[in-house]
């Protein structure tokens, strides 16, 4: 029964998409290849009920996935590597299109790489000279609270991708899309660390909230980039004002 049930979900896939499921006919299919001999559809409609929508449920760390009845380490893998798949697929298909003179599209690029991370995390994005994005790499994980950069771990990814500019990325999974402190500290230490090896560091980009704030555009902070800063900094500082 469960095989022809199965057969009939797939085939509806294949001829009209996903567009026509529920949510939990999504992930009741989603589990079809975790659990083999099981009806999966209560268990999905059981996550929808724990989680609330089909994003959280992608976004649910293993523990909490875990915690749901039917769902075991198997089923919690698959569920995380399918969002991971949605994640890099996205970014990829963006990134061809980024440049550091589209602010916008820019910024909504920065936003997603952190999609469903629940701790610190850096990013470096590389740039050639036209500011064409080239690469955008995570060099960091860190904890709820905080994230480290290790100076030759920057200099090593810039120069794999050939970057004569850079732009830094983290996130503040549990506050404000702002610099703190310590990330005015490190943001001048960067861009010293970059200076030294003819390196250019537009930006800062601190992302928070479905938010994301440029330092290099913000007047209390654009110091740290003036004396490197190229035109278009500038003009993105105006437009933000």
């Known amino acids: 029964m469960h095989e022809n049930h199965r057969k009939r979900v797939r085939q509806r896939f294949r001829q009209a998409g996903l567009e026509s499921f529920p949510a939990h ?19 999905a409609h059981r996550l929808i009920r724990h989680f609330g929508t089909l994003s959280a449920v992608l976004d649910a760390p293993f523990e909490e996935l875990c915690k749901v009845q039917g769902i075991g380490e198997n089923s919690a893998t698959l569920i995380m590597f399918v969002a991971q798949i949605a994640k890099r697929y996205l970014a990829e298909q963006v990134q061809e299109k980024i440049s550091f003179a589209n602010k916008q599209a820019l910024h909504r690029f920065a936003v997603s790489l952190f ?29 709820k609270h905080a994230v480290s950069l290790d100076n030759r771990t920057l200099l ?9 500019k850079v732009v830094l990325v983290h996130n503040h999974p549990n506050g404000l899309a ?20 003819q390196i250019q560091l537009l930006d800062h980009l601190i992302v928070a909230q479905g938010q994301c704030f440029s330092m290099a555009a913000h007047p209390k902070h654009m110091r740290i980039f003036h004396d490197e800063a190229p035109s278009i900094l500038l003009q993105i500082a105006a437009d933000e004002k």
């Open 115 to 143: 999609t469903g991370m629940k701790s610190e995390a850096a990013f470096l994005l590389c740039f050639d000279n036209t500011t064409q994005l080239l690469h955008a790499g995570q060099i960091s994980l860190g904890t």
């Open 156 to 164: 090593e990814s810039a120069f794999r991708h050939n970057a004569t």
């Open 25 to 43: 006919n999504v992930l009741e299919m989603l589990l079809f290849y975790a659990i083999p001999r099981q009806d999966t559809n209560e268990i």
């Open 178 to 197: 702002a610099p703190s402190r310590s990330d005015v500290v490190r943001t001048e230490g960067a861009v010293k660390i970059f200076n030294s090896v």
